[in-house]
């Protein structure tokens, strides 16, 4: 059966979801088989800007590039934000723990959804890698990431790392997939 999840990703003012701002949204919505994990494609993709209300922190702007010249007066397309959620049977990010909070603060619909972590939820470290880090996995399977810590490009290469097969065939999306079922 054919099922939809979004891959999620935000970049912020800084790392608490009380706190702090999304200053940039990135999803990417994809079909997929729910027995096998393999990936059919992308059905629709959302990235956008967005205002904070005051100054990004250097050390904000340090990890994803953002200024506060960059976001200033811009706002998220929420219709088009919540049309993919609305399509999606689960929400998947790379490090869920961040991005969950500050997105369903954003948009509390996607508290319906179930969340899936594909940093926690694949044992990366059991299958040989050093980190589970996204950049670095990107790296081991020869992904080139165009803009690390970019929402969109992190989503997009989520989906890329999360599509790879495995010595035994299998998809790391199978493997995330088990842990849900």
């Avoid at 990135?26 to 992308?42: A, T």
């Avoid at 998947?92 to 996607?110: L, S």
């Avoid at 990431?145 to 010595?167: M, P, Y």
Wanted: with cysteine.
């Amino acid at each position: 059966m054919k099922l939809k999840a979004c891959i999620a990703d935000v970049e912020t003012t800084g790392l608490s979801n009380t706190t702090d701002e999304v200053v940039e949204l990135g999803l990417v919505l994809f079909e997929f088989d729910h027995i096998s994990g393999e990936v059919y494609g992308v059905v629709d993709e959302y990235t956008g800007l967005r205002d904070p209300g005051r100054p990004i922190p250097a050390g904000a702007t340090e990890a994803h590039g953002l200024t506060w010249d960059d976001v200033r007066g811009k706002a998220l397309d929420d219709a088009a934000v919540r049309s993919i959620f609305a399509r999606s049977t689960m929400m998947i990010a790379h490090n869920a723990r961040f991005d969950r909070g500050f997105i369903e603060r954003m948009y509390p619909e996607t508290r319906r959804l179930p969340w899936v972590c594909s940093m926690d939820g694949v044992a990366w470290r059991n299958k040989g890698f050093r980190s589970k880090g996204l950049q670095e996995l990107l790296r081991h399977h020869n992904i080139v990431a165009e803009a690390a810590h970019r929402a969109l490009d992190d989503a997009r290469n989520t989906l890329l790392l999360l599509s790879q097969k495995q010595g035994d065939g299998r998809t790391y999306l199978a493997d995330l997939l088990a842990r849900v079922k």
